[in-house]
Nanobody, 123 residues
Framework: VQLQASGGGLVQAGGSLRLSCAASGRTFSRYAMGWFRQAPGKEREFVAATNWSGRSTDYTDSVKDRFTISRDNAKNAVSLQMNSLKPEDTGVYYC?????????????????WGQGTLVTVSS
């Protein structure tokens, strides 16, 4: 599975960005998909994920009610709509995929990682 993330950029606090991730592979609909992020000097952390069907989603507390993850299995794509962005949302965002189709919060819960896209939120 290859994952290609895009959509990062520079935005002012309070603004919005939409990250997209295109996945290769004919079995995309079986994977759980998610996003992690890594701020400078910090460990990589879970942001959001959706299970294989899209009917189950989960978010880290700091982004609940601001971020929305969604997937389109027909297009082999997953997106992350980020609203009301804060400076603490700054970091490299990674698209991830899990073969077992289940949402996980741990880094080792995902076998496949994209290259990352940088999000910078200015105050």
């Amino acid at each position: 599975v290859q994952l290609q993330a895009s959509g990062g950029g520079l935005v002012q606090a309070g603004g919005s960005l939409r990250l997209s991730c295109a996945a290769s592979g004919r079995t995309f609909s079986r994977y759980a998909m998610g996003w992690f992020r890594q701020a400078p000097g910090k460990e990589r952390e879970f942001v959001a994920a959706t299970n294989w069907s899209g009917r189950s989603t989960d978010y880290t507390d700091s982004v609940k009610d601001r971020f929305t993850i969604s997937r389109d299995n027909a297009k082999n794509a997953v997106s992350l709509q980020m609203n009301s962005l804060k400076p603490e949302d700054t970091g490299v965002y990674y698209c991830v995929a899990a073969l077992n189709g289940l949402v996980a919060h741990r880094v080792d819960g995902y076998e496949f990682w994209g290259q990352g896209t940088l999000v910078t939120v200015s105050s």
